[in-house]
């Protein structure tokens, strides 16, 4: 399946599901949508992706991953705009103790490994979804009218984030990224 067919054909059914069985709850202060990055660790009997094909878990992680990622870059620098952009896309925050997970955390081999996914076809299917979705978010925000949200800022933003470009999956969405005009 392609990305862009993943995204907008079987995306949100997806996350209905995940977000159905991971324990989640709205931020007490803000109201957002939150869960905790150990409710994807799969334990004994209980898989918050269990209804999620073995086929899809790769792109599911990797839009999972991506959504998350763009509300924090949102939230952390263009707070004027982020109202708005999470009325409109509704993206969840991932949390770890007491404060964001990086949002690269959901291909942790704690993920990956209970499921049998492996590492090389997860970085494969990430660069095609990253690909997919840097282009998305580009036409996104070059529809939009924000304050100070355009493509051109968030852009340079997030190729500025240590978060953002950090280990093999922000190496790979930072050189994507790079290459997107």
């Known amino acids: 399946?392609?990305?862009?067919?993943?995204?907008?054909?079987?995306?949100?059914?997806?996350?209905?599901?995940?977000?159905?069985?991971?324990?989640?709850?709205?931020?007490?202060?803000?109201g957002e949508p939150l869960f905790k990055f150990a409710g994807l660790i799969k334990k004994n009997?209980?898989?918050?992706?269990s209804k999620i094909s073995q086929e899809n878990q790769p792109f599911f992680l990797s839009a999972l991953g991506c959504t998350i990622l763009i509300d924090q870059v949102i939230f952390t620098y263009f707070k004027e705009d982020y109202q708005r952009f999470q009325g409109l896309t509704k993206y969840p925050k991932m949390w770890a103790g007491w404060m964001n997970?990086?949002?690269?955390?959901?291909?942790?081999?704690?993920?990956?490994?209970?499921?049998?996914?492996?590492?090389?076809?997860?970085?494969?299917?990430?660069?095609?979804?990253a690909e997919f979705f840097i282009k998305d978010l580009k036409d996104f925000f070059e529809k939009q009218n924000f304050l100070t949200a355009s493509w051109?800022?968030?852009?340079?933003?997030?190729?500025?984030?240590?978060d953002v470009v950090s280990g093999k999956f922000g190496e790979i969405f930072k050189k994507i990224l790079d290459n997107e005009k």
């Open 45 to 49: 009997n209980f898989d918050t992706l």
């Open 101 to 129: 997970a990086n949002p690269w955390m959901v291909f942790h081999q704690n993920v990956r490994l209970p499921r049998n996914i492996n590492k090389d076809k997860i970085i494969n299917e990430f660069s095609k979804f």
């Open 1 to 30: 399946m392609e990305p862009k067919k993943y995204y907008y054909k079987k995306y949100r059914k997806d996350f209905e599901n995940f977000w159905k069985n991971v324990p989640n709850r709205n931020d007490y202060v803000t």
């Open 152 to 162: 051109k800022n968030v852009k340079k933003v997030m190729l500025n984030d240590k």
